[in-house]
């Protein structure tokens, strides 16, 4: 069985300051995770993915994840927030030897100028 | 431009019509995968396949029929559709697993039954 949480539906931060975006996750064996964001109207785009390796993923536009095995976390983070920034923000969490991912249910984040 | 095809962008059924959702891909992935993504539940897998002529359920498959006759397209067949299939759907696709640069996304197809 697999499982993500993402235990705020909201996230809230002033521009400029740095953003967390919170992932727990739950799978046999090593975990392959994923961070992905959607804009209004948009399909999900991927930030980056930790498969192994170093536990301080960096992604896309100025993105980095940390992993953290005994947590069983991959929090987001930024350290200063953009007004661009705002959007929907899904992690997502593979097994090993499966075919697909499993979402979890999204954090809005809203930067506020 | 390369990426994933999603035809029609907006559709409303009655109740009890029918419908395919397009989905076409120029990447030569050998992974597809139906997503619908509900307020507050995040996506789930409806359907998925790994190369042509292979398909396989995902977490809520009833209600969908899918077929994968191409390594391109990856349709999505509504039958008698309800109102609890009133959602987003998105198709999206990968070459290998794990995906090396994630999914690549659809824009979506918005679908009200009503």
């Known amino acids: 069985a697999q499982s993500v949480a993402q235990p705020e539906d909201q996230v809230n931060v002033a521009e400029g300051n740095p953003l967390t975006v919170k992932c727990t996750y739950s799978v046999s064996g090593n975990p392959y995770l994923f961070w992905y964001v959607q804009y209004p109207n948009r399909g999900l785009q991927f930030l980056l993915k930790?498969?192994?390796?170093?536990?301080l993923v960096k992604g896309s536009y100025g993105f980095e994840a940390e992993f953290n095995k005994s947590q069983t976390s991959f929090h987001l983070k930024k350290p200063s927030a953009l007004v661009s920034d705002s959007a929907l923000y899904f992690c997502?969490?593979?097994?090993?030897?499966?075919?697909?991912?499993?979402f979890g249910t999204g954090t809005r984040l809203t930067v506020i100028p | 431009n390369a990426g994933v095809t999603q035809t029609p962008k907006f559709r409303i059924l009655k109740i009890g019509q029918s419908m395919t959702l397009q989905c076409a891909q120029d990447?030569?992935?050998?992974?597809m995968y139906w997503y619908r993504q509900d307020p507050g539940m995040g996506l789930k897998l409806i359907y998925y396949s790994v190369g042509a002529g292979i398909t396989d359920k995902g977490e809520v498959p009833n209600g969908y029929n899918v077929s994968r006759s191409t390594t391109e397209y990856f349709p999505l067949r509504l039958e008698l559709a309800a109102p609890s299939q009133t959602s987003v759907y998105f198709c999206?696709?990968?070459?290998?697993?794990?995906?090396?640069?994630?999914?690549?996304f659809g824009s979506g197809t918005r679908l009200t039954v009503v």
């Open positions: 930790y498969i192994t390796g170093d536990n």
């Open positions: 990447m030569n992935h050998n992974y």
């Open positions: 997502a969490v593979r097994r090993t030897g499966a075919n697909n991912l499993f």
């Open positions: 999206a696709s990968t070459d290998r697993q794990p995906p090396p640069g994630g999914y690549t």
